[in-house]
């Protein structure tokens, strides 16, 4: 079964790879789909974003990790996509991701929606917050990956 992860990922945090090893615990392959924002919509242009991830499964050989714009559903029919993984923090993106789901499934009926709860240690992380923070000079090296950090310490470096 293949299942299609999506999302921003600006910047990919600790959270989104709690998702991600547990969606690859259940399926036999996961696409991670990095939307493809316009230019100046994200803090991170879209190949950076994808190479950020890339450097955090490359020991992954059942992961890989994409660009798309368009149609989340076009995009999951094309790699043969079983199913959608979105990741749950709390209430409020049930309400935003049931909603979308819906929708979903109207378009791609044959796309099941799989939601899977964040770990507690992540219920907090949010990239945007991750951005303000960072953007203030804190150090998010333990709420995001490696490669999201360095990243981030290039545009905003860590204050004392």
Request: glycine content about 6%; proline content about 6%; overall charge negative.
């Amino acid at each position: 079964m293949i299942a299609v992860y999506a999302g921003r990922f600006d910047p990919v945090t600790n959270g989104h790879l709690d998702i991600l090893g547990r969606a690859e615990k259940i399926f036999d392959r996961v696409v991670v789909a990095v939307y493809d924002t316009p230019a100046g919509k994200s803090l991170f242009g879209t190949d950076q974003r994808v190479a950020m991830i890339e450097a955090c499964v490359r020991d992954q050989p059942s992961v890989s990790v994409e660009p798309f714009s368009g149609l989340l559903t076009d995009f999951a029919r094309a790699r043969g996509a079983d199913a959608i993984v979105r990741g749950l923090r709390a209430v409020t993106d049930f309400s935003v991701e049931f909603d979308q789901a819906l929708m979903y499934k109207d378009m791609a009926p044959e796309i099941e929606q799989v939601f899977l709860m964040s770990d507690l240690r992540y219920v907090f992380v949010r990239a945007t917050r991750i951005r303000e923070v960072a953007a203030l000079g804190h150090d998010v090296s333990r709420l995001v990956p490696p490669s999201a950090a360095a990243a981030l310490a290039e545009i905003w470096p860590v204050k004392p």
